[in-house]
């Protein structure tokens, strides 16, 4: 499985555009890069997946550089709701039976 | 749907005793997931199961026994509960390996005093 470093923590505020970033050097050539949201006492949720160049559904967009080495995690014009813990996680979908967790990206949206 | 169930939400142990988390899935999904979430902490493995039948450690396996009767059924076993295990534990299934999708339960809070 392909390590992941992102942020420990962010602050922004209510409306603005929030950019995450995700490092992950060694990404192998079968992998996907997967993003899951984690509000305070519940599961965490998928948002995203992508492999290359940029995805976007109704909650985020993933933007993939062409060396795959990093991704970004979009979420336009948030809202005090987005509150929460971002994970990022990278790998391949035949073959990886774990499923490994970061520490994550705490999301800290100011009114 | 209920998607991925967990039993009981909420329990307080004294060490030393015993219980067992159940986690239920209705997706005919393969792959179940145990993990632990200490405050402030990500998510950490502690045992997963490929299929029905079988199971394999995580990043955090003592302490803990798990199994895989029946595939909507993934057991989280606490033998002999010690305060170090005092977390708030999801399971989670999948359709298959990797970069599948997984789908959490709300949570199991489990308090050792």
């Known amino acids: 499985l392909a390590k992941t470093t992102q942020p420990i923590s962010m602050d922004s505020y209510e409306g603005q555009e929030v950019n995450i970033t995700c490092s992950h050097n060694n990404i192998a050539t079968n992998d996907y890069i997967t993003w899951y949201q984690q509000f305070p006492s519940q599961g965490p949720r998928f948002i995203i997946q992508g492999y290359k160049t940029k995805v976007t559904n109704e909650v985020a967009s993933l933007f993939i550089p062409a060396d795959r080495k990093s991704s970004t995690l979009s979420l336009p014009r948030v809202s005090l709701s987005d509150t929460a813990v971002y994970y990022c996680l990278v790998g391949d979908m035949n073959r990886d039976d774990k499923i490994i967790f970061g520490k994550g990206t705490r999301l800290h949206i100011l009114p | 749907n209920a998607g991925v169930t967990q039993t009981p939400k909420f329990r307080v142990l004294k060490t030393g005793q015993s219980m067992t988390l159940l986690c239920a899935q209705d997706?005919?999904?393969?792959?179940m997931y145990w993990y632990r979430q200490d405050p402030g902490m990500g998510l950490r493995l502690i045992h997963y199961s490929v299929g029905e039948g079988t199971t394999a450690k995580g990043e955090v396996p003592d302490g803990y026994n798990v199994s895989r009767l029946k595939k909507q059924n993934f057991l989280l076993g606490l033998e002999s509960a010690a305060p170090s295990q005092t977390s708030v534990y999801f399971c989670?299934?999948?359709?298959?390996?990797?970069?599948?999708?997984?789908?959490f339960g709300a949570g199991s809070r489990l308090t050792v005093l």
């Open positions: 997706m005919n999904h393969e792959y």
């Open positions: 989670a299934s999948s359709y298959s390996a990797g970069a599948n999708v997984l789908t």
